[in-house]
């Protein structure tokens, strides 16, 4: 194994295992049951969009800005697809036969790969790892923990199951028909790198200046798991900067004792960065500035809403019920969400404002919230012709620490009381007009 091969399989598998262990580690995840996102141990709920949008716009201009220094050079390093597919390739043999055209003798160890070729043990590593692939997307959706319980327990849900079979079954389509053909075609990521990808970005480059070296072995191209000729043109966006095609070239070379022709390319080679500016074309240097500005704002926007959340807080519906009591009261209620946004169990109080305190019943005076949980609440009332005013009121609900009385959070919603419904009520005598 060449050095560059070693290195680019040691950062592809330490990639994996951070895509692995994000949903484990509760640094990355989606909580669909609970409605959230889990972000760096927050809770960001899915109701909470602008975050969740922040952050996705984050990640797609930031990975953007990537590709525009390294071309796609994350596809090629970092991408667990391209991992499992070429692993795909080196144990079921290349999709593509590569030895079409083939001119001269070159050991590219496709007769091995082809004699493991839908072998019964190739097959069973192949549905093994699609299933391990399926288990781990899986557990972004799920946790691992929730996940292994259910399974544990023989009876696990037929969602789960259908989300593990789903995962598994397009990983096994992946791994057995399209493999790099996603990478080069059909990757959304692949064509928003192929849209920030500009001289001068990482790339490889074919030493013309000594063309007349080149054996026409085909070695290069024929070790291109996304089917280029790096001698061409063509590579220029869809190529992952893998290097494999810069080693084949150099053992193709060596016992002639000529340096390979194939080489990485910064682009900018000693360039300052002043002098890249001055280069640059006005509609270049415009849309590098745009996604500066872009970036910043959002890391703000980001860094802002984050440190804005409030630990512990509140949203309620409107009056969800309004109805005449037969003892002669006004009935109503109104549902109060109270989130907890940290990693601690937290003990709350609720009190209310904006009706007579006496009618107000929560169900309870305090409650205990779980960590990361949502707790839904009724907030019922029940009052009389002589306690309220009619007309628009605002109800206030506050969410208070038990131990220390701390306001946590405060909500609030308009209301009415129908003029018609208040004077239909019986006369029962003095009371507490509504604030
Ligand atoms: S052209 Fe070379 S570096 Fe680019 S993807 Fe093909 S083998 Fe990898
Ligand atoms: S560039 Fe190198 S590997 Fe490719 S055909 Fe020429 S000699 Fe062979």
């Given at each position: 194994m060449s050095r560059l091969l070693l290195l680019r399989r040691t950062t592809q598998l330490i990639a994996l295992a951070?895509?692995?262990?994000?949903?484990?580690?509760?640094?990355?995840?989606?909580?669909?049951?609970?409605?959230?996102?889990?972000?760096?141990?927050?809770?960001?709920?899915?109701?909470?969009?602008?975050?969740?949008?922040?952050?996705?716009?984050?990640?797609?201009?930031?990975?953007?800005?990537?590709?525009?220094?390294?071309?796609?050079?994350?596809?090629?390093?970092?991408?667990?697809?391209?991992?499992?597919?070429?692993?795909?390739?080196?144990?079921?043999?290349?999709?593509?036969?590569?030895?079409?055209g083939k001119q001269g003798e070159v050991d590219l160890e496709l007769a091995a790969q082809k004699r493991l070729l839908h072998s019964p043990?190739?097959?069973?590593?192949?549905?093994?790892?699609?299933?391990?692939?399926?288990?781990i997307v899986t557990s972004y959706f799920v946790p691992?923990?929730?996940?292994?319980?259910?399974?544990?327990?023989?009876?696990?849900?037929?969602?789960?199951?259908?989300?593990?079979?789903?995962?598994?079954?397009?990983?096994?389509?992946?791994?057995?028909?399209?493999?790099?053909?996603?990478?080069?075609?059909?990757c959304p990521y692949g064509w928003w790198q192929r849209l920030f990808w500009r001289r001068p970005a990482l790339a490889?480059?074919?030493?013309?200046?000594?063309?007349?070296?080149?054996?026409?072995?085909?070695?290069?191209?024929?070790?291109?798991?996304?089917?280029?000729?790096?001698?061409?043109?063509?590579?220029?966006?869809?190529?992952?900067?893998?290097?494999?095609?810069?080693?084949?070239?150099?053992?193709?070379l060596s016992p002639a004792g000529k340096p390979g022709l194939l080489s990485f390319d910064l682009g900018w080679g000693s360039r300052s960065l002043l002098e890249i500016v001055h280069g640059a074309s006005p509609t270049g240097l415009a849309r590098a500035a745009a996604l500066v500005v872009l970036l910043a704002a959002v890391t703000t926007g980001l860094v802002w809403g984050i440190a804005a959340r409030q630990p512990v807080y509140a949203t309620m519906s409107g009056l969800t019920r309004l109805d005449r009591d037969?003892?002669?009261?006004l009935r109503g209620s109104f549902v109060v969400w109270v989130y907890n946004n940290t990693e601690k169990e937290q003990t709350?109080?609720?009190s209310a404002e904006g009706l007579p305190r006496e009618s107000v019943d929560f169900g309870g005076t305090q409650f205990r919230l779980e960590a990361g949980q949502v707790d839904r609440m009724t907030l019922s009332f029940a009052v009389t012709r002589d306690s309220v005013v009619p007309g628009p009121?605002?109800?206030?609900?506050?969410?208070?620490?038990?131990?220390?009385?701390?306001?946590?959070?405060?909500?609030?919603?308009?209301f009415v009381f129908p003029p018609s419904m208040i004077s239909s009520l019986p006369t029962t005598g003095t009371g507490t007009a509504a604030q």
């Open positions: 951070i895509v692995a262990l994000l949903p484990l580690l509760d640094v990355f995840r989606l909580d669909l049951p609970g409605g959230q996102v889990i972000v760096l141990g927050n809770h960001l709920w899915l109701r909470e969009f602008l975050l969740v949008i922040l952050g996705w716009v984050w990640l797609v201009v930031g990975l953007g800005i990537l590709a525009a220094f390294v071309g796609r050079g994350f596809c090629g390093w970092i991408c667990p697809q391209t991992l499992v597919c070429e692993m795909a390739n080196a144990v079921l043999g290349p999709l593509r036969d590569l030895t079409r043990g190739a097959i069973a590593l192949l549905l093994v790892t699609a299933l391990v692939g399926g288990l691992w923990t929730m996940m292994l319980e259910a399974l544990d327990s023989g009876r696990p849900s037929t969602s789960l199951l259908k989300a593990i079979a789903v995962g598994t079954v397009l990983i096994a389509g992946d791994l057995l028909i399209l493999r790099h053909t996603i990478c080069r075609f059909f490889i480059r074919f030493n013309r200046s000594r063309s007349v070296d080149c054996t026409n072995c085909g070695a290069c191209w024929q070790v291109c798991f996304m089917g280029l000729d790096p001698r061409k043109k063509e590579l220029e966006k869809a190529c992952v900067n893998c290097g494999k095609c810069i080693t084949a070239c150099q053992r193709q037969p003892d002669g009261s709350i109080r609720l009121h605002r109800l206030y609900v506050s969410v208070q620490n038990a131990a220390d009385e701390r306001l946590l959070s405060r909500t609030s919603a308009p």
